[in-house]
């Protein structure tokens, strides 16, 4: 069983920073990608970051020069900075995973979710 746990979310003023963090942890053969994605209220799930076990990276336009995705393979650990953040970053922030066990498939993987709040 895989679990995916993650920290660092919280209360931050307009034009701070801070950095989340999700740890995969259970029995994993290879993680292929790892994301994260923020849910604000009354609004859709949408992709902030991903990256690949090869480091290829993706942003949301609006977050493009200061949000940072990275992840370590080894501590199979995704992580987040989030510079300059602005009120309009307040979500709950959700990892995933895309997770292989030795053959073609890959299975998706969900945190719980933290919340991160951006005061004006």
């Known amino acids: 069983q895989v679990q995916l746990v993650e920290s660092g979310g919280g209360l931050v003023q307009f034009g701070g920073s801070l950095r989340l963090s999700c740890a995969a942890s259970g029995s994993i053969f290879s993680i292929n990608a790892m994301a994260w994605y923020q849910q604000a209220p009354g609004k859709q799930r949408e992709l902030v970051a991903s990256?690949?076990?090869?480091?290829?990276?993706r942003y949301l336009d609006s977050v493009k020069g200061r949000f940072t995705i990275s992840m370590d393979n080894a501590k199979n650990t995704v992580y987040l900075q989030m510079d300059s953040l602005k009120p309009e970053d307040t979500a709950v922030y959700y990892c995933?995973?895309?997770?292989?066990?030795?053959?073609?498939?890959?299975?998706?993987?969900w945190g719980q979710g933290t919340q991160v709040t951006v005061s004006s």
């Open positions: 990256i690949t076990s090869g480091g290829s990276t």
């Open positions: 995933y995973a895309q997770i292989s066990f030795g053959t073609p498939h890959e299975y998706q993987y």
